[in-house]
């Protein structure tokens, strides 16, 4: 029902280190609601402001949104980059859904 996906960067084609990570979720399933970036249902592409979440090149972008895997509808949350700072996290944090976290930090 969840799978995670360890792929290499799209921000650098020549950067062999970054990691781009794919939480892909199955969608329809009894009691289990994908998490989300900002808005459900929506497809969504954020490379957040600089001032709030320090990284150093190739820099940092997310997206959630549908998909389809392996002939089966879901929902993907992704992170493509670095961060420099993991408490900046918290604020990348508070604009994800259904999480089931109950504190910030937890995640």
Same mark, same amino acid.
């Given at each position: 029902?969840?799978?995670?996906?360890?792929?290499?960067?799209?921000?650098?084609?020549?950067?062999?280190?970054?990691?781009?990570?794919?939480?892909?979720?199955?969608?329809?399933?009894?009691?289990?609601?994908?998490?989300?970036?900002?808005?459900? #249902?929506?497809?969504?592409?954020?490379?957040?402001?600089?001032?709030?979440?320090?990284?150093?090149?190739? #820099?940092?972008?997310?997206?959630?949104?549908?998909?389809?895997?392996?002939?089966?509808?879901?929902?993907?949350?992704?992170?493509?980059?670095?961060?420099?700072?993991?408490?900046?996290?918290?604020?990348?944090?508070?604009?994800?859904?259904?999480?089931?976290?109950?504190?910030?930090?937890?995640?």
């Amino acid at each position: 029902d969840l799978c995670i996906e360890v792929l290499p960067t799209q921000l650098d084609p020549e950067d062999k280190k970054t990691l781009r990570v794919r939480c892909i979720q199955k969608t329809g399933i009894a009691d289990f609601d994908p998490a989300y970036l900002f808005d459900e #249902g929506s497809t969504i592409e954020w490379t957040p402001c600089g001032k709030k979440l320090s990284c150093s090149y190739p #820099g940092i972008k997310f997206a959630s949104g549908p998909d389809s895997f392996y002939g089966h509808d879901v929902n993907v949350v992704e992170m493509d980059g670095l961060f420099d700072n993991i408490q900046e996290l918290v604020y990348v944090e508070s604009c994800l859904s259904n999480t089931s976290t109950r504190y910030y930090g937890e995640l």
